[in-house]
Structure formats: structure tokens, C-alpha cells
């Protein structure tokens, strides 16, 4: 009897603290985008990039393109970030934003939004 639930526990504290090791599949797995909203035009050149955790996310993709990803003139940012937002300040332009969960085992598909930054130049006129 005592075999067996030494048995039983090692098979327990092993199945447990395995967990901790196994990264989950996140292939078909996205975030949330919490802000800036879609299709957001603002004078404001520092921004905070916020989305929802992914529990088994361990880090996320940040990439930000001008003016957008279809026809990318610039990437400015393409960053891998452990936390949950970002603050970034940029120029005045036209941009998309997207975000993927990553973990050391897989990557998660994009979840993106599209922004203006305005001119304070050209908004004075």
C-alpha cells in the first residue's frame, strides 16, 4: 500500500511541475487590443500600446508599420515585449499596429489596428 502512493505522488508532483516546463501551442491563438482604439486620429505622439494578456503567452510581437503592413515605407518598431503594453512616442504619419503572443515553443497569429498621428503643424493652419 505504501508503494503505491509513493507511486502515486511522485507520478503527482511530476505531472505538476512538468506543467511549468510545457510551452502551449499558440498557433491559432490571438490577443486582445485594448488601445489606442482602431482608426484612432490624434495629435498626441506618445502613445500607449496596451492588449490583453494570453495565459500561455510568454512574450508578445509588437511591430508598427507605416503606412500600413500591405505597403510597408517604414517599419519603425518591431520589438519582442514581456509585458502587456508599451509606451512609444512617434511622428506624425499614418500607421498600423499589430500584436501576436509568443512563447518559446510557438507564435500566435496578429491582431492589428490602424492609427493616425496629425501634424500639430498642419492641424494649426
Keep these: 500500500m505504501r508503494s503505491i502512493i509513493l507511486i ?21 491563438k490571438s490577443v486582445n487590443l485594448i488601445g489606442p482604439k482602431s ?5 498626441d505622439t506618445t502613445l500607449t500600446f496596451l492588449w ?4 500561455d503567452a510568454t512574450s508578445y510581437r509588437l511591430q508598427i508599420a507605416s ?3 500591405e505597403s510597408i515605407v517604414r517599419l519603425p ?15 506624425p504619419g499614418t500607421y498600423e499596429w499589430r500584436v501576436r503572443p509568443e512563447n518559446r515553443g510557438s ?19
Design 67 to 69: 503606412p500600413d503592413f
Design 52 to 55: 490583453e494578456k494570453h495565459i
Design 77 to 91: 518598431i518591431d520589438s519582442v515585449i514581456t509585458k502587456d503594453y508599451v509606451e512609444l512616442t512617434l511622428k
Design 107 to 125: 507564435v500566435g497569429i496578429y491582431t492589428s489596428r490602424k492609427l493616425v498621428i496629425l501634424d500639430k503643424k498642419v492641424d494649426e493652419k
Design 8 to 28: 502515486v505522488a511522485v507520478f503527482m508532483t511530476c505531472f505538476f511541475s512538468c506543467s511549468e516546463f510545457v510551452d502551449y501551442p499558440l498557433e491559432k
Design 39 to 43: 482608426d484612432l486620429m490624434t495629435l
